[in-house]
């Protein structure tokens, strides 16, 4: 078996169609060559990490690190985001996940970024903390909006007009935190400008980006799990009364969309959206990191609260 690292731009066509097909036999799912470089080319330093598993010729695992631009108390640093690990089911349990993991982490290292973050499954997550001795950061947690539960479950429309009300009641509800006009700033964030040059070509460029009272928000319509919803991913500045307005936004907007959700770490909670208990999340997002350098990043990187944090960060929509 041999590992071999590349950037972005040293892959072959060849190679990036045996990735992806090595893509549909794990996830069950197909995404087309030119989707890859929209991806792993649109990041801050113009290409992405890939480290991969090699036997006899065939490429049989992958894993890849993407660089982005942030900001510790206003000054400029890279980390990595780690995506896409996946080893083909007749090679799992020899090693090779550990292998790849590492080998896009040195990589990343050796090009000036300070940290790893990641946002594992159930299924990797307690093997990257437990194993591999990631450090655990957080999880981020689940909001909603529930318009249509027909849309959700066949089996409970019957109870859409009772959604449809209380949905309308909790949007009124929501212009209470018009006077809430405070914003939030954290240690770790996102280089804005940088980042929404680049990470806004993924998956087609298919976001919408809406400017409105003097700030922005991201959302999506995407499916998830199966199911039609739109998503809020990032608002900024980040204020109560601005997060609420821009559900207020997607739910005049969006008029066929049965659920709106947000994913993410806020640091007050929305009037505009219901938490989701942990225990019946449909998907649980965690959040877990490896330092490079600690002596730069100091203990409170590994504080969620510390984070600017939402679905943006992560490569799901």
Request: with cysteine; aromatic share 16%.
């Given at each position: 078996?041999?590992?071999?690292?590349?950037?972005?731009?040293?892959?072959?066509?060849?190679?990036?169609?045996?990735?992806?097909?090595?893509?549909?036999?794990?996830?069950?799912?197909?995404?087309?060559?030119?989707?890859?470089?929209?991806?792993?080319?649109?990041?801050?330093?113009?290409?992405s990490y890939h480290a991969i598993g090699v036997e006899n010729g065939?490429?049989?695992?992958h894993n890849v690190y993407v660089p982005f631009r942030y900001l510790k108390d206003g000054q400029p640093f890279f980390?990595?985001?780690?995506?896409?690990?996946?080893?083909?089911?007749?090679?799992?349990g020899k090693g090779l996940y550990r292998k790849l993991l590492m080998a896009c982490g040195e990589a990343a290292m050796a090009d000036g970024c300070k940290m790893r973050m990641g946002f594992p499954n159930d299924n990797s997550y307690p093997i990257q903390v437990k194993y591999f001795k990631?450090?655990?950061?957080?999880?981020?947690?689940?909001?909603?909006?529930?318009?249509r539960v027909g849309g959700v479950s066949k089996r409970v429309s019957?109870?859409?007009?009772?959604?449809?009300?209380?949905?309308?009641f909790i949007i009124l509800f929501s212009h209470l935190s018009q006077r809430s006009r405070k914003e939030y700033s954290f240690r770790f964030r996102k280089d804005r400008s940088d980042f929404d040059e680049h990470r806004y070509k993924w998956f087609g460029g298919d976001y919408q980006i809406v400017e409105r009272n003097g700030f922005k928000f991201v959302y999506r319509n995407s499916d998830f799990k199966g199911i039609l919803a739109t998503f809020l991913m990032d608002v900024y500045p980040l204020s109560k009364r601005n997060f609420d307005?821009?559900?207020?936004c997607i739910y005049s907007l969006e008029k066929q969309t049965p659920i709106i959700l947000y994913v993410g770490k806020l640091p007050f909670r929305p009037l505009s959206m219901l938490r989701i208990p942990h225990c019946v999340e449909p998907k649980h997002f965690h959040f877990v990191g490896k330092v490079?350098?600690?002596?730069?990043l100091g203990t409170e990187v590994l504080d969620i609260k510390n984070w600017e944090v939402n679905l943006s960060n992560y490569d799901l929509l």
């Open positions: 078996m041999d590992i071999v690292v590349k950037r972005t731009n040293e892959l072959t066509k060849a190679e990036v169609s045996a990735i992806y097909r090595l893509f549909e036999v794990v996830f069950e799912k197909k995404r087309e060559d030119d989707s890859f470089f929209e991806e792993f080319g649109n990041t801050s330093k113009g290409y065939e490429i049989v695992g980390l990595a985001l780690s995506m896409d690990a996946m080893v083909h089911p007749a090679y799992r990631f450090d655990e950061i957080g999880s981020l947690d689940t909001y909603c909006l529930p318009i019957f109870l859409n007009p009772l959604s449809k009300f209380f949905a309308s307005e821009a559900c207020r490079f350098d600690e002596n730069f």
